[in-house]
């Protein structure tokens, strides 16, 4: 089965940069697209950024583009997403999950990891 494992948030304050990990596991991911999203407390999960395993094409929420990057490490299994220029409302809970397809609705992604908090201190 599918196994996806954040790690990388904690407490940063504003103008900082963090890089999360999410380790891939339990499949071939070659046919996967991997996605960041991210949840404040009372909304839905928002999506980041996309990103094809086998390509690499990716794909970002307007919200982030520029700010935020998405990679993988396929020797690794490890999906990355690199935020910079971090602000107080970038504090969120933060997933990882996987698809197959190209999408950003979070009801198309079967695969979830148990997130990882990010507070961003101003």
């Known amino acids: 089965q599918v196994q996806l494992v954040e790690s990388g948030g904690g407490l940063v304050q504003a103008g900082a940069s963090l890089r999360l990990s999410c380790e891939c596991s339990?499949?071939?991911?070659?046919?996967?697209?991997m996605g960041w999203f991210r949840r404040t407390p009372g909304k839905e999960r928002d999506f980041l950024a996309g990103?094809?395993?086998?390509?690499?094409?990716?794909y970002y929420a307007d919200s982030v583009k520029g700010r935020f990057t998405i990679s993988r490490d396929t020797a690794k299994n490890t999906v990355y997403l690199q935020m910079s220029s971090l602000k107080p409302e970038d504090t969120a809970v933060y997933y990882c999950?996987?698809?197959?397809?190209?999408?950003?609705?979070?009801?198309?992604?079967?695969?979830w990891g148990q997130g990882t908090q990010v507070t961003v201190s101003s």
């Open positions: 990103i094809t395993w086998s390509g690499g094409y990716s």
């Open positions: 999950a996987a698809t197959r397809g190209i999408y950003r609705d979070q009801t198309m992604y079967p695969y």
């Open positions: 339990g499949r071939t991911f070659s046919t996967y697209t």
